[in-house]
């Protein structure tokens, strides 16, 4: 999940049947009214979350491991924020295997 080009719109968090994702939250969100004219600079480090100033809420993938590999996350995302890598190709379809039992 690539959080600096995430708008944060939910259609992942709608577009899920098994419900990985949810909103996360922390202590350095921004209201949006707030970043009116303002500008926040990405990190491009996905993984850090904590320490950074996000204008809203973003979608968390909180439960990967329950992914059954629809795709459908990836095909209703505006930015094409949501990345399916090698890395994480071979946890997708260990996970989706078990539902094929």
């Excluded at 992942?12 to 209201?31: K, L, T």
């Excluded at 095909?75 to 260990?94: F, G, M, R, W, Y």
Aim: glycine fraction near 4%; proline fraction near 5%; charge should be negative.
């Amino acid at each position: 999940m690539d959080w600096d080009s995430c708008i944060s719109d939910g259609a992942c968090i709608e577009a899920c049947p098994v419900q990985v994702y949810q909103w996360y939250r922390s202590e350095q969100d921004v209201p949006a009214i707030e970043m009116e004219n303002g500008v926040s600079e990405g990190s491009g480090d996905a993984q850090n979350r904590e320490g950074r100033k996000d204008y809203t809420d973003k979608p968390d993938p909180i439960r990967e491991s329950a992914c059954i590999w629809c795709m459908a996350c990836v095909t209703v995302c505006p930015t094409l924020s949501i990345k399916v890598d090698e890395a994480n190709l071979q946890a997708h379809e260990e996970a989706a295997k078990s539902f094929k039992e």
